[in-house]
């Protein structure tokens, strides 16, 4: 009953995680379909997740990537091998940028999550992520789906749209999250002065 207890607060953040990549996802392709590229918010997501989930993050982004393209994404076939291995190589991105960093001894997500996580660290992260992100999804789409594009603009465009996405997500957590201990903080000192 005890692990059960435990559990829940992950599914339910993997939950929120499934929910956010898909919303974020419908929206940008509804409100920016061609220029998404240059500034891709669900890679933030995936990105948010591998921090706050780790290896955890694996099933949760594979199941709201797989998710997100058979119902919205037009690129690749419905249901096909190649909707599938692109949520793999999108949702394995951060793993392997990760491992990446830790070759050289980086640890770009503290195991204890009190820890803060370095501005430098996680822009070396970031830029990790999309050395695997970017250039194998642009080969899937144009030399296997059949995008009609340069395959370096297409990547590097992508490259800096995960990156520019993945800021904003982010920035926008962490922000958030500082703003809410500040808000306790003062809420704490505001009743002992009472």
Do not use: C
């Not at 749209?161 to 982010?170: E, F, K, V, Y």
């Amino acid at each position: 009953m005890a692990m059960v207890r435990e559990m829940l607060p992950l599914m339910a953040i993997g939950l929120l995680l499934i929910v956010a990549y898909i919303v974020i996802f419908w929206a940008q392709i509804n409100t920016m379909p061609y220029d998404m590229i240059y500034l891709f918010l669900p890679h933030g997501v995936r990105m948010l997740a591998f921090v706050l989930l780790r290896y955890a993050s694996i099933p949760v982004m594979i199941l709201a990537q797989f998710t997100a393209g058979y119902f919205l994404d037009d690129v690749y076939p419905a249901a096909s091998w190649l909707l599938f291995l692109g949520a793999a190589i999108s949702t394995l991105s951060p793993v392997l940028g990760y491992w990446l960093l830790r070759l050289f001894r980086i640890d770009p997500v503290p195991a204890d999550p009190s820890k803060p996580i370095g501005w430098g660290t996680l822009l070396l992260f970031l830029g990790a992520t999309t050395l695997f992100n970017g250039p194998f999804i642009a080969f899937l789409k144009i030399f296997v789906v059949g995008v009609d594009a340069g395959y370096m603009d297409f990547a590097s465009a992508m490259m800096v749209g995960d990156i520019l996405g993945s800021l904003a997500i982010m920035v926008g957590y962490f922000m958030g999250k500082h703003i809410v201990q500040l808000g306790q903080k003062f809420g704490r000192n505001f009743r002992w002065h009472l």
